[in-house]
T-cell receptor, first 112, second 115 residues
């Protein structure tokens, strides 16, 4: 069965600090992975995605994620966070019917 | 991307009543989904809305409680029937665009409170 685990429930960082949010998945088929972001009061937006090819994918706003097949991981990174990155971040894996299975989310708070 | 609208954006309902949520997309889509996001929790898929046929429900969700219609490629409705306080959630519509087969786009959600 498909599942996604996000280890960090709430992360608090100061501006300019580096960010890494963990995501591990369980899925037996072809892996398509996503990170979504939900800014306060806004709807879910696609941050980045991995389908195939280069395991290091770059998304919007300076975010990147690395797919490590041997570790079943797809961690999200950003070298220097900004206050505007304060949001909830969700990792997801695509199921066989194009539906998405989401992790529980990680709330990021960036302190100016 | 696509512009996805949902109506209503929020509502407060009494237990035992029903609410129908509408989802409208401005582009041709191949698939439409309905998710629920309960307070403090992640998104859970309710069902896949199939055009012209019965929706495909996930485990734990049934048609009598969450009837879904999708009369055409760009519109779907989700009804939350016989509501109880446990149905208080954000309900989200999502779509897969015809030309972007592996990306899902989400609507703004409908915040439902059942008293």
């Amino acid at each position: 069965a498909q599942s996604v685990s996000q280890h960090n429930h709430h992360v608090i960082l100061s501006e300019a600090a580096s960010l890494e949010l963990g995501c591990n998945y369980s899925y037996g088929g072809t892996v398509n992975l996503f990170w979504y972001v939900q800014y306060p009061g806004q709807h879910l937006q696609l941050l980045l995605k991995y389908f195939s090819g280069d395991p290091l994918v770059k998304g919007i706003k300076g975010f990147e994620a690395e797919f490590i097949k041997s570790k079943f991981s797809f961690n999200l990174r950003k070298p220097s966070v900004q206050w505007s990155d304060t949001a909830e971040y969700f990792c997801a894996v695509k199921g066989g019917a194009n539906n998405l299975f989401f992790g529980t989310g990680t709330r990021l708070t960036v302190i100016p | 991307s696509a512009v996805i609208s949902q109506k209503p954006s929020r509502d407060i309902c009494q237990r035992g009543t029903s609410l129908t949520i509408q989802c409208q997309v401005d582009s041709q889509v191949t698939m439409m989904f309905w998710y629920r996001q309960q307070p403090g929790q992640s998104l859970t898929l309710i069902a896949t809305a199939n055009q012209g046929s019965e929706a495909t429900y996930e485990s734990g969700f049934v048609i009598d409680k969450f009837p879904i219609s999708r009369p055409n490629l760009t519109f779907s409705t989700l009804t939350v029937s016989n509501m109880s306080p446990e149905d208080s959630s954000i309900y989200l519509c999502s779509v897969v665009l015809a030309d972007r087969s592996y990306e899902q786009y989400f609507g703004p959600g409908t915040r439902l409170t059942v008293t």
